[in-house]
């Protein structure tokens, strides 16, 4: 049987009004300053720097930090590659590049000769071991942009398909408005917050958004078997649900608050890459609770009082056209009645004189 509940209702409504306040928020965000992409989505500038012999290459990267940083850009990714220099022979890899991506497309020749003659001057190079800042072009092909949103597209169709054939119409559509809400809220998110979009980010978003999904099954489930078990009417669909999400959640939330932590220790380790990945687990995990614990379970509840509401109506409904009838019947029935027995009172005075006459 289900735990006993305190009367409370989900609060769809104020849910519903604080979602649509942050993802109008974003669009405007987004008309005015647009959508901030990482240099595989968005592409950017690249510079490369020959690393000396007695040289760090994690001391060139700091430094080349400090002076991007001045100029506003902040180090997308960074990698120590091999090169090939003319004049050497051809297949040996003797020269260590730093080669250093930045998220910005649009640099001016004076400031791109400014920032090459800052990191000679602080990494005490000479500027022909600088390459010029060139920019480079998204890795990511419209195809495979495609793809994903094929991706993204059939797994609304399973969600919704599965709730429909498993449950009813009513949990198809909470399925289908929780993922999708899940996806939207995260990318708003995003936006306001200024956090770049990356293949990462979309990486993570689509896989806690499949968590979310199980998860609602989950509560899904225990609400369909409770309802199995529960013979009184006096317990309301939405303490059911509350009841079977709050069974649901309690193995949820020790994995949940372990990715948080591993999110939060993440913060720590002075690398750009891996703190926007931290934040992303981080906004994931609020999103996906947010929709899992308040929007799905609250809209299917929802769905299904109105349904029964509407069910009891047509059913006092037909049972007072049904009164109304048998009252007509009852009625029609007491007038042919009382026809009859008039009938009856007549036919007895005309029997008695015939009588009298034969004798």
């Given at each position: 049987m289900a735990e006993k509940v305190k009367t409370k209702k989900y609060p769809l409504l104020i849910c519903m009004i604080i979602s649509c306040v942050i993802i109008i928020t974003s669009l405007f965000i987004l008309g005015f300053f647009g959508l901030k992409l990482g240099v595989k989505l968005g592409g950017g500038s690249q510079i490369q720097i020959v690393i000396q012999n007695d040289a760090s290459s994690k001391?060139?990267?700091?430094?080349?930090?400090?002076v991007l940083g001045k100029y506003g850009y902040k180090i997308d990714s960074a990698s120590v590659e091999d090169k090939y220099l003319a004049g050497e022979v051809e297949g040996e890899y003797t020269t260590s590049c730093l080669v250093i991506n930045i998220a910005e497309t649009e640099i001016s020749d004076e400031v791109k000769a400014n920032i090459k003659k800052d990191l000679a001057t602080k990494l005490e190079i000479d500027e022909s071991n600088i390459s010029d800042?060139?920019?480079i072009y998204s890795s990511v092909r419209s195809k495979?942009?495609?793809?994903v949103g094929i991706a993204v597209g059939l797994v609304v169709i399973a969600f919704f398909v599965f709730?429909?054939?498993?449950?009813?119409?009513?949990?198809?559509l909470a399925l289908l408005l929780a993922y999708l809400h899940n996806i939207i809220l995260y990318l708003a998110i995003l936006i306001l917050t200024r956090v770049q979009l990356s293949l990462v980010s979309l990486s993570i978003a689509l896989v806690l958004s499949l968590v979310m999904g199980i998860v609602l099954i989950h509560i899904f489930e225990k609400y369909r078997e409770e309802t199995k078990l529960q013979n009184s009417d006096k317990i309301s669909i939405t303490q059911t649900m509350m009841a079977c999400e709050k069974q649901s959640i309690k193995p949820m939330m020790f994995i949940g608050g372990a990715v948080l932590a591993f999110a939060v220790l993440m913060l720590f380790i002075p690398v750009l890459n891996v703190r926007l990945a931290a934040l992303n687990i981080m906004f994931a995990l609020i999103v996906t609770a947010y929709s899992s614990l308040l929007i799905g379970p609250s809209v299917y509840a929802n769905l299904l009082?109105?349904?029964d509401a509407n069910l009891k109506a047509v059913m006092s409904r037909n049972d007072t056209i049904n009164k109304?009838?048998?009252?007509?019947?009852?009625?029609s029935a007491s007038k042919s009645k009382a026809k009859s027995n008039d009938k009856s009172v007549d036919e007895k005075p005309a029997k008695k004189t015939k009588s009298k006459k034969t004798n």
């Open positions: 001391d060139y990267f700091d430094k080349a930090s400090s800042i060139q920019k495979q942009i495609l793809y709730g429909l054939i498993r449950y009813n119409v009513f949990a198809a009082e109105i349904n109304e009838i048998k009252k007509k019947i009852k009625k």
